[in-house]
Nanobody
Framework: QVQLVESGGGSVQAGGSLRLSCVAP????????LAWFRQTGGKEREFLAR????????VSEDSAKGRFTISRDNAKNTVYLQMDRLKPEDTAVYYC???????????????WGKGTLVTVSS
């Protein structure tokens, strides 16, 4: 069973920053595309950013552009989501996911972490 383990969530005031981490098994980290999504209430998961196993990245124009940065540390099998200038509407459960395809759709993800809660207060 593949486990993706997120950490780094917590409470922060608006305007602040958080860095989320996701550790993946080595065979996943080295060959899968890794992505971050978030979910609020009963809504569908929202794509935020993806980084390929070669290092190329895609960031959502809607929610993350200019404020969120995705990166990876190959030595630690870890992908990060640096979130700056956070807003109350960024409050959500943030999920790490892995996909063997380049698609960024929720349904294309092969594996998911359990999520980490981010709360942004005004």
């Amino acid at each position: 069973q593949v486990q993706l383990v997120e950490s780094g969530g917590g409470s922060v005031q608006a305007g602040g920053s958080l860095r989320l981490s996701c550790v993946a098994p080595g065979h996943i980290f080295s060959s899968y595309n890794l992505a971050w999504f978030r979910q609020t209430g009963g809504k569908e998961r929202e794509f935020l950013a993806r980084i390929s196993w070669t290092g190329g990245s895609v960031v959502s124009e809607d929610s993350a552009k200019g404020r969120f940065t995705i990166s990876r540390d190959n030595a630690k099998n870890t992908v990060y989501l640096q979130m700056d200038r956070l807003k109350p509407e960024d409050t959500a459960v943030y999920y790490c996911a892995a996909a063997s395809s380049p698609s960024i759709s929720e349904s294309s993800m092969d594996y998911w972490g359990k999520g980490t809660l981010v709360t942004v207060s005004s």
